[in-house]
Structure formats: structure tokens, C-alpha cells
């Protein structure tokens, strides 16, 4: 089941965006297996970074639910409207935030821009999966040079 939540006025007023979420789309979350929230976002909330996470952490927890974030990092700070947000990070800084949010929300981090994939959960555990596959495929090649039976 995907919710769709938009907020297009300039501001990055993350808590109310997922309040809304929570209070109008998750009231009936025992009939739903998984529940998780994909946010979306081109730079860091409107709020402290830690009281974005005391919150999200709070409503996973009650909700059995994981936050995701997909930054995108785009080359200006302002929208076509020249709005600055209340609240201002570098890329950087707001992708560090959101990793602390994420932490507290038990979900994912994704972090790409213009130039590709700066950072990504999903694919440093896929990578660390191959890493290990491959250490295992190398001592199996060295066992059955010297001559080891495997099982």
C-alpha cells in the first residue's frame, strides 16, 4: 500500500508532513503485514535533526513502521521561486541528519544528486554481500589447491 504525502510550499516541515501521515494513513495498521514511509526530500527538515529523531523514533516504534530517505542533492539551495527554507544545510550536513533520522526510524538512507549515487543502505549491503561471497569463493580456490576434501 503506497501513501502519497505532498507538501509544495517551500517549507520542509517534516514533522507535519508525518504526523498527517500517520494520523490519516496508518489508523488501520493492523490490517496491513508492512508499513514503511519514503520521504523524498532535497534538503534537511525545518526541525532540529534531534528532535526529528526523538519523534520518528517515537512514532515507528507505535506504528511497527520504518522510515526511508532518498535525498537528492541538486545544485541550488533555492527553489525556481528563490524561497529559501527555514532551514539551511549543506548537502553534507543534510545528508548526515537524515542518517541519524533513519537510524532512530530503523529504515534506509539513499543519497544521490546529478553526478550518481554519493551514498546508498541498500547497496552497501549488497556490495559487503558480494565482498564476502567472493573472500569465501577465494579460500574454497586455496583449500582445493592443497588438496582439502570438501563437504
Given at each position: 500500500?503506497?501513501?502519497?504525502?505532498?507538501?509544495?510550499?517551500?517549507?520542509?516541515?517534516?514533522?507535519?508532513?508525518?504526523?498527517?501521515?500517520?494520523?490519516?494513513?496508518?489508523?488501520?495498521?493492523?490490517?496491513?503485514?508492512?508499513?514503511?514511509?519514503?520521504?523524498?526530500?532535497?534538503?534537511?527538515?525545518?526541525?532540529?535533526?534531534?528532535?526529528?529523531?526523538?519523534?520518528?523514533?517515537?512514532?515507528?516504534?507505535?506504528?511497527?513502521?520504518?522510515?526511508?530517505?532518498?535525498?537528492?542533492?541538486?545544485?541550488?539551495?533555492?527553489?525556481?521561486?528563490g524561497i529559501i527554507p527555514?532551514?539551511?544545510?549543506?548537502?553534507?550536513?543534510?545528508?548526515?541528519?537524515?542518517?541519524?533520522?533513519?537510524?532512530?526510524a530503523n529504515g534506509r538512507f539513499h543519497?544521490?544528486?546529478?553526478?550518481?549515487?554519493?551514498?546508498?543502505?541498500?547497496?552497501?549491503?549488497?556490495?559487503?554481500?558480494?565482498?564476502?561471497?567472493?573472500?569465501?569463493?577465494?579460500?574454497?580456490?586455496?583449500?582445493?589447491?592443497?588438496?582439502?576434501?570438501?563437504?
Amino acid at each position: 500500500r503506497w501513501v502519497l504525502s505532498l507538501q509544495c510550499t517551500g517549507s520542509r516541515n517534516f514533522m507535519s508532513a508525518l504526523r498527517r501521515a500517520v494520523e490519516v494513513d496508518f489508523r488501520d495498521k493492523n490490517k496491513h503485514k508492512s508499513q514503511g514511509l519514503y520521504l523524498l526530500t532535497t534538503g534537511i527538515p525545518d526541525q532540529e535533526t534531534h528532535t526529528v529523531s526523538a519523534y520518528v523514533a517515537e512514532v515507528c516504534r507505535g506504528f511497527d513502521l520504518q522510515l526511508h530517505v532518498c535525498l537528492f542533492s541538486v545544485m541550488e539551495d533555492v527553489n525556481s521561486n528563490g524561497i529559501i527554507p527555514a532551514r539551511y544545510a549543506n548537502p553534507a550536513e543534510a545528508a548526515i541528519a537524515f542518517k541519524e533520522i533513519v537510524q532512530a526510524a530503523n529504515g534506509r538512507f539513499h543519497w544521490f544528486g546529478e553526478a550518481g549515487i554519493f551514498e546508498s543502505d541498500d547497496i552497501t549491503i549488497i556490495v559487503s554481500e558480494m565482498e564476502k561471497a567472493n573472500n569465501y569463493s577465494q579460500k574454497v580456490g586455496i583449500m582445493c589447491t592443497k588438496g582439502v576434501e570438501l563437504d
